[in-house]
């Protein structure tokens, strides 16, 4: 398949998730990943997760759901030895993605400025909490942090629980996002001449994403609210009970809204004075709910989704992690890939791709994600590192 990235190198600096699930994307766009590791533990994320084992081993969980098809070298830079690796580094790379608090590389002398002098083409993606200024920037954000303060949490939830945490780190991975998508389009400009630096803030990116949230209350005058299940702009469209379990409806268009009640048998629904247009219906939201789902005892919720689908009412069943992961839908569409024998695990990984295709194919990359260190006595050779040389940086402890 295409590789939009084939000959593109990444150096990737980066700890936890956002920086490292920027870089995942890069790599699976064929981009030559090099991770830059700290020698003693490396990645943070190398002692996250469920397997308790695995953390051990500096093979977290964690870890392997972002770092496939990179290759790991295992540096100390503050070491003179560890910084010239990272200088010859950049003289052979396109990009560098690093996520320490603002000022640390600079500290290193290994700051944008700094790295220009060998790279003056170098586009230099900087992932923080709050960006590279501003009153907050120099505070320490993880994704809790920042889901709490950009508004997330308030509007999580239902009026009764929330506050709450969206339930995987939203925040870090739109962080990522955002500055794979900045990489990619510094990498796309035809007119740049000279260096780019790309100041990502975790809070701005999430923010960013909540556009219709954001714009009720610049906009509108409406204080975004909770709502748990319930759709802001539309009724009915939510979670629903049927005589089973759990199904969501997006019954959005007045023709959709008029199939659902023809579909569970409520055609009166759709003359009452409360519900026959748009607007009644979401002042009315919860009487209409609780019609439906009356209605919607009498049958399952696999039974619903399928004479829903068929009248045009778009529908879906409420899916654990696991259900979702084995449907047929992602098997068939090569969302899931398998790492035999993975190294540092010992056993087969099975890990998700990107979330679209080119050309009909699905991005991959060809190897699974690296123990610490794998590579660095390969990209010092690349590097023109003599083998006296790798002996004697190993003696000095700077690789």
């Given amino acids: 398949m295409s590789k939009p990235l084939q000959g593109i190198r990444v150096l990737d600096l ?51 759901a972002q770092n496939a098809g990179k290759r790991s070298i295992a540096v100390d830079l503050k070491h003179a030895a560890g910084k010239e690796i990272l200088r010859r580094l950049v003289r052979t790379a396109d990009v560098l993605v690093e996520n320490f608090r603002p000022g640390v590389m600079k500290r290193l002398g290994l700051g944008y400025e700094d790295l220009l002098l060998e790279n003056p083409r170098l586009i230099y993606c900087a992932i923080s909490g709050f960006g590279q200024d501003g009153p907050l920037r120099d505070l320490p954000a993880y994704d809790q942090i920042i ?6 949490m308030s509007i999580t939830g239902t009026p009764e629980s929330a506050p709450c945490r969206v339930g995987y780190p939203v925040a870090d991975t739109i962080g990522g996002i955002t500055a794979a998508f900045a990489v990619a389009a510094a990498l796309a400009d035809r007119r740049r001449e000279g260096g780019t630096f790309i100041d990502v803030s975790m809070l701005e990116a999430t923010m960013a994403t909540m556009g219709w949230a954001v714009s009720n209350h610049l906009i509108g005058g ?74 919607m005892a009498a049958g399952s919720t696999q039974a619903w989704w399928q004479l829903l689908n068929q009248a045009g009412v778009p529908a879906g069943p409420v899916y654990g992690v696991a259900q979702a992961l084995d449907h047929p839908q992602i098997a068939q569409r090569g969302m899931v890939v398998t790492f035999e024998n993975a190294p540092g695990v010992g ?10 295709k080119l050309d009909g194919k699905a991005p991959s990359v060809d190897a699974p994600p690296p123990t610490l260190g794998q590579h660095t006595q390969e990209i010092l050779a690349e590097l023109g590192y003599s083998g006296e040389d790798i002996e004697s940086l190993n003696a000095c402890r700077a690789v």
């Fill in 14 to 64: 980066t700890n936890v998730l956002a920086g490292p699930f920027a870089c995942h994307q890069l790599a699976h766009m064929g981009a030559d990943v090099v991770k830059v590791e700290s020698l003693k533990e490396g990645d943070l994320a190398r002692q996250l997760g469920a397997d308790a084992e695995l953390n051990k081993r500096l093979m977290g969980v964690s870890f392997l």
């Fill in 147 to 152: 889901q709490g303060m950009s508004g997330v």
């Fill in 222 to 295: 409406r204080e975004p609210r909770p709502m748990g299940n319930e759709n802001i702009t539309a009724s009915p469209s939510g979670t629903f009970r049927t005589g089973d379990g759990l199904l969501n409806i997006a019954a959005n268009k007045q023709e959709q809204f008029e199939a659902l009640c023809r579909v569970v048998g409520r055609a009166d629904l759709i003359d009452d004075a409360r519900f026959h247009e748009r607007q009644g219906r979401l002042q009315h939201r919860f009487e209409l709910k609780a019609a439906l789902e009356e209605a």
């Fill in 347 to 356: 056993r087969d990984i099975r890990v998700v791709r990107t979330g679209f």
